[in-house]
Structure formats: C-alpha cells, structure tokens
C-alpha cells in the first residue's frame, strides 16, 4: 500500500497529521456555503497488478457469484481479458487469443448469478483497417478456467459497448457506439456513423441511429428524472445526446452543444450524470481527449455551462461517487498525458458552484479508465483504475459514520455509482451475510466506468 500526497504543496503539513494512516482531502467551504462542514477524504492506494501494455478499462462484476464484486481488466495491447477475484485479487484469464481490445461489459442474461461479457475487439481509429468485432463470452463449470467466446456481429470501430435495460422489462439489450463511421478521415471525421444495438437471443443488428456525425466517443448508460427504464448518452463532436427507446422506436434528445470550438474541437468527450442533494447535474470532458472538466448545472429550464478545470491533457475516463456519504457527488477525472494523475473534484459550495481539486493518484498511472465501487464492503465507496501499466484500487478510509445510500447513478460506470441491483445500496453486513446457492437471486452489480486507448498510435 502507498500513500499518496495531496499535493506537493500539502505533503509536510499532511503527513505530520496523518502519518502512515492515509493521506485525505480536506474540502474548504465558501463564506455563502448552503452545504454543511464535509468530512474530509482518505484513500490508501493498493496495487492489484502490472504489466499491462495500454490498460484501458477496469469493470465491476461478480464473475464467480460470491457475492464480492470482482474486477474485470482490458488493455488494448494485451492479448487476453483478465478478471481479478476478490479479495485477494487473484488474477484469471478469461479469454485469450484476442487482436486489438477496446471495450467490454458485463450483465447476468440467463439467472444463473455469473455474468455473461460482451467483448469489442480487432479495433483500430482507421475505419478501413477495423474489424470491429463484438463477442459473447460465456462460462462453463470453472469460472476460472477459460471462458466460451462467440462472435455476434462485425461492425468496423465498434468502440463502447453498454448492456442497458431500455424498456424497464429487466431484460436488458446490448447498444454498441461505433467511433467512426465509413469514409470517415482523420482529422475531420465528418461521415455519419450507425449507433446500433442487439436484443439477447437473436444477436441481430438493429439500428439506433444514423443521424449523428463525426466521433462519438463517450457513452453513458442511466435513467433520467423519475424513469423506470435507462436511457443511453452519447458524447461526441456534436455534443452530448440522450436516447431513448419507445413504442415507436428511438428517440434522440439533444442536451448539450458541448465545447464551442470549430470542427473538430467541437463538443464533449465524456458524461457522467451527479447529484448534489435532490439536484441533477451533468459533467463531461471537453472536447475530445480535451483539457476541460466542465459541470452544467440547470437553471431556469437552461443547463449552465462552468468550466472547472482547464489544466488536464487528454482527458479520458470521467465517474462519479458519492466518497463522503453527504449526498453531493464527487468527480474522478483521469489524464492519459501531462501529469498522468487521477483526480478528485468536490463541490464545496453549492450556491456558488465552488469545486476543488486533489490528487488521487500520484501521477505513475496515467488512468484510461476508472470505475467506482464498494470493493471492500465496508459501506464507503472505493475507486478502481487502469492505465498504461497498472491496476490499482483506491480504498476510502474517510473518517465519520457510514450511512446506507441508493447511489444515484449507472452502473459500471460511468454515470457513476455501483451498487446491488436492490433499490438501497446494501451494508457490509447483507453483502457478505451468506454464501451463494443454487436458489439465491442472481446479484446484479452496477458500477461507473471511464473510457479506453486502443492499441494504434491513433488514441480512441
């Protein structure tokens, strides 16, 4: 375990008062503050693994059906998908032989409690040279043996794969987001592009749409207002798109314009939906591998734009997590260049929209794809990176009372929380409380996921 500074400036006043217990955070409220004081933040980092070549996306599943959420890790140069168990973090490989991975995802579709995966793989950011191939994996008896790998569909940059339940049925369909679309040329990448989906069972390609141009980069599976039922989000060079499917099919919301900056610095990399009390708010990262952390907050029927960090280089994975238990959201925002460091913001006045920022990581990580997770059972929400060489788990160890919350967020990811499938978030006592059998209900985890970095120099 290393324990991180919170910055250079705050390391010998921090560590006289923290010694080898952990480093935190200490949020300073502003003179109009409507929050009350927050409890400060500490997280002791924790090594899982090394060794990756372009760690790119870390998820939370149950693979084995223990009841303790795993780790599943992909990195785009690496030839096999890897799950790590919980809690000693044991690594198995779950398939290998693969060419170009760039995104996965994980759901339970046949009740059995252990999750099938969705893999994209034989990606490359030239259109010409993508496979985009999109497989199933499937388990046998062993979980940790490998696992059964059933190609669905090829459909060239296939680049983020969700599984959403978009009709509220508990079923839920898997929605794939292409990068690019055919006859798209960097840099400009004006060509339209299919955003597609298929319903488990048939695996047959239904489309979405084809009305959006340019790259979509970022993807967001979570409900909206009151919803029983989870949109899909979108964030690209035309901004940020929230999609939903009806009776008579999709229907598309345009939500946000993003950066307004010519094509193709145009629009929004990432989104995460937060909450601030009984307050939505949305972030995103702009524009594309951008420099900005940019939160919209809404204001008479109109969301407000306020840039909040315009330091980072090539943004590129961007969750949300409650880590005090106050019901305000925190962001963590990783950067693949300049510092390589994950960040933590916290908002700390919410009248004033006043956000600070900290450091999560100490910049040896250069995080591609983080997500936020209970892993330890202790009630606090932990945070889980990959980048570059590296898998590590941040522990939180903030000081003050645990408190039950029904993390507002999607799973895996992005959105941001991660959570049983239950209507309240369960305590490490119900978590932990019995082994699984063949008559338990199968545990769904949902989870906040950041984006990835494909193989070619060409970053995706």
Same mark, same amino acid.
């Given at each position: 375990?290393? +324990?991180?500074?919170?910055? +250079? ?8 008062? /923290? ?8 949020? $300073? ?28 996306? $870390? ?8 009841? #303790? ?67 199933? +994996? ?16 090829? /459909? ?17 369909? +898997? ?69 939903? /499917? ?26 995460? $939906? ?17 420099g900005q952390v940019v939160v919209y907050r809404e204001r008479g029927g109109a969301w407000v734009r306020h840039v909040i960090d ?29 510092? #390589? ?49 590296? /898998? ?9 009372? $645990? ?58």
């Amino acid at each position: 375990m290393r +324990l991180l500074p919170l910055s +250079l400036a705050l390391a010998a006043t921090l560590a006289a008062t /923290l010694g080898t217990a952990g480093w935190r955070m200490d949020a $300073v409220a502003g003179p109009d503050t409507v929050t009350r004081p927050r409890t400060p933040l500490r997280f002791a980092t924790h090594p899982i693994d090394s060794g990756f070549a372009g760690g790119y996306q $870390v998820i939370v599943a149950d693979v084995n059906h223990d009841g #303790k959420p795993d780790l599943i890790a992909l990195a785009s140069g690496l030839h096999e998908l890897r799950w790590y168990e919980n809690p000693t973090w044991r690594r198995h490989v779950l398939v290998d032989g693969l060419d170009a991975p760039i995104n996965a995802d994980a759901a339970d579709l046949d009740g059995d409690g252990i999750p099938e995966i969705a893999l994209a793989h034989g990606f490359s950011t030239r259109y010409a040279e993508s496979a985009g191939i999109v497989s199933l +994996l499937t388990h046998g008896a062993d979980v940790g043996a490998r696992w059964t790998m059933r190609e669905i569909d090829q /459909l060239p940059t296939s680049h983020r794969l969700r599984f959403a339940d978009v009709d509220g049925t508990g079923r839920p369909v +898997l929605v794939n987001w292409p990068l690019i679309g055919a006859g798209a040329i960097a840099h400009e990448y004006r060509a339209t592009l299919p955003l597609v989906f298929y319903r488990p069972g048939a695996w047959r390609r239904e489309t979405v749409s084809e009305s959006l141009q340019g790259v979509v980069h970022g993807i967001l599976v979570a409900p909206w207002a009151r919803e029983t039922r989870a949109s899909v989000w979108s964030a690209g060079f035309e901004g940020v798109d929230r999609w939903q /499917l009806g009776p008579r099919g999709w229907t598309r919301t345009h939500v946000l314009a993003g950066d307004a900056s010519a094509w193709p610095r145009s629009g929004a990399s990432e989104i995460v $939906v937060g909450h601030a009390g009984g307050e939505r708010f949305l972030a995103t990262i702009e524009p594309w591998h951008g420099g900005q952390v940019v939160v919209y907050r809404e204001r008479g029927g109109a969301w407000v734009r306020h840039v909040i960090d315009a330091t980072i280089v090539d943004g590129h994975t961007l969750v949300a997590g409650d880590f005090d238990g106050d019901g305000i959201d925190e962001l963590v925002v990783g950067e693949r260049q300049g510092a #390589k460091g994950a960040y933590v913001y916290r908002l700390t006045d919410v009248r004033a929209d006043a956000w600070t920022r900290d450091a999560l990581d100490d910049g040896t990580l250069a995080p591609a794809g983080c997500a936020v997770a209970d892993l330890n059972g202790d009630g606090r929400a932990d945070v889980a990176c990959i980048g570059s060489t590296q /898998l590590r788990w941040y522990e939180n160890r903030r000081l003050g009372p $645990v408190r039950a919350r029904d993390p507002p967020h999607d799973a895996a990811a992005a959105g941001g929380g991660f959570r049983p499938s239950s209507r309240r978030a369960t305590g490490p006592t119900s978590r932990r409380s019995s082994p699984p059998s063949s008559r338990r209900a199968p545990t769904r985890w949902r989870c906040s996921r950041g984006s990835m970095r494909p193989r070619s120099p060409s970053r995706a």
